[in-house]
């Protein structure tokens, strides 16, 4: 998708910055805290980013995140497994708060056509047309008018400018060249290469420093970060004992929002690529895990947008299958709970999933729909279309449902409903 992940140290005081600046101006002296104390610390933050983005609070959740990240990445290192957790969480909000940005323009941009020749309604402007003779004369003397008047103001702006500069030069030269002239001989007599920079090469090189440091988008943050996740958990894995079903199952679901993030960059190849290795990864879970269900909707979504049409459906016919046998499980478990609390958590589960396969059932005829228009464009130019149109920006893969695009909306198929 792009290079190699940065130090995330940026990611943390970039985003975090908010939360770190009362600390900073603080005239009394620090306390250095233990291990034992920012590790205590760390976990409240984890523990209230975690809240945040359950309820839908986005960017609370990336600062608190960002904080913790901070906090544990400077006292045991980038790489220490104390770091995994906050890392795969602050990506995960990262990535939906890129979400809410795209889906913020998308409002923005919708009504605007998409094609520059369409036609512009100008009927509060008078046709030139249907103008007479006389007037058509009289707008001409106008327009004439005023263009000379900008003329002769332009000239009068640049005489008095041209003066003013010719009287600080005079100033300078007056009173306060002893110090420039004795740095530029100096330089002179030292064949020195560095000149007097003007004020005007000065701005620019300073707006050229800004640009080239621009910061980059919460998207690329995500990937950067998941990427420091997945480094982290591969690592757990090789080398500790315990909790390794749990690492393994963490591995996969980041290297699943890799591949939601190449979704949302648009870069639908390498979606497919990331998301089918978390395939390879699903073996040791239940058999109706609803992450191995997640995955295949996602990975049939990624090979929608590549318009692998046929594979799609069978990914999707796969996250059906998968949230079917998990309803049934749950409705046999419902029957021998005694708990009024498991049972409560029980019937909501089943609710959400019978909610559901009928959506992604609907995704399988959209993915159908597109198939077909994908048909008919290649019988016109020669070539596949671009069936999504390229001006959509709602691209959010954040669920496992898809609403069945509306009769002529080719970018609605990328909007989702219920969350896995």
């Known amino acids: 998708m792009s290079p190699e992940p940065h130090s995330p140290t940026r990611h ?22 233990s291990p034992a104390e920012i590790q205590e610390d760390a976990n409240s933050l984890l523990a209230t980013g975690k809240r945040h983005l359950l309820v839908g609070d986005v960017p609370a959740a990336v600062s608190c995140l960002a904080r913790c990240c901070e906090l544990l990445s400077a006292q045991f290192g980038e790489t220490a497994k104390e ?9 995960k909000s990262l990535l939906e708060l890129s979400r809410m940005e795209s889906g913020v323009l998308g409002n923005a941009l919708e009504g605007v056509p998409e094609d520059s020749d369409e036609k512009v309604d100008t009927s509060q402007v008078e046709d030139p047309e249907k103008l007479t003779k006389d007037e058509k004369s009289e707008v001409e003397d106008k327009v004439a008018e005023a263009f000379d008047y900008n003329y002769k103001t332009s000239e009068i702006i640049q005489d008095e400018e041209e003066a003013a500069m010719d009287g600080a030069e005079t100033e300078t ?7 420039e002239e004795l740095q530029e001989e100096d330089m002179e007599t030292d064949d020195s290469p560095v000149k007097k920079m003007s004020p005007k090469a000065k701005q620019d090189s ?9 910061e980059p988008s919460n998207l690329q943050l ?17 080398t500790e004992i315990k909790d390794k079903d749990f690492f393994e199952e963490r591995l996969c679901s980041t290297m699943l929002h890799l591949g939601e993030v190449s979704i949302e960059n648009e870069n639908y190849q390498q979606a497919v690529e990331d998301i089918k290795l978390c395939l390879t990864k699903q073996e040791k879970m239940p ?50 709970s005694t708990s009024p609390r498991k049972l409560a958590e029980t019937n909501k589960e089943i609710a959400e999933l019978e909610a559901l396969i009928p959506e992604i059932e609907e995704k399988i005829v959209d993915t159908k729909d597109m198939k077909k228009e994908a048909s008919k464009q290649k019988d016109k130019s020669g070539e596949k279309g671009d069936v999504f149109g390229s001006s959509s920006t709602d691209k959010s ?15 609605a198929s990328k909007k989702t409903a219920a969350a896995v």
Request: aromatic fraction near 8%; proline fraction near 2%.
């Open 222 to 238: 995500a990937w950067e970060v998941l990427e420091l996740a997945k480094v982290v958990y591969t690592k757990l894995i090789a």
């Open 206 to 214: 300073e707006k050229k420093g800004t640009e080239d440091e621009e």
């Open 83 to 91: 770091c995994a957790e906050s890392y795969f969480y602050y990506g």
């Open 12 to 33: 943390y005081k970039m985003t975090a910055s908010a939360v770190t600046a009362p600390a900073a101006q603080s005239a009394s002296p620090v306390k250095t805290k």
């Open 397 to 411: 893969t954040a669920s496992i449902a898809i609403k069945r695009r509306s009769s002529g909306s080719e970018s």
């Open 173 to 179: 030269d007056g009173s306060g060249m002893e110090d």
């Open 287 to 336: 058999e109706d895990a609803r992450l191995r269900a997640e995955i295949h909707y996602h990975l049939g979504l990624a090979q929608a947008f590549h318009q692998q049409f046929d594979e799609s459906i069978e990914s999707h016919k796969a996250a059906i299958a998968i949230l079917k046998e998990r309803t049934k499980n749950l409705k046999v478990m419902e029957t021998s």
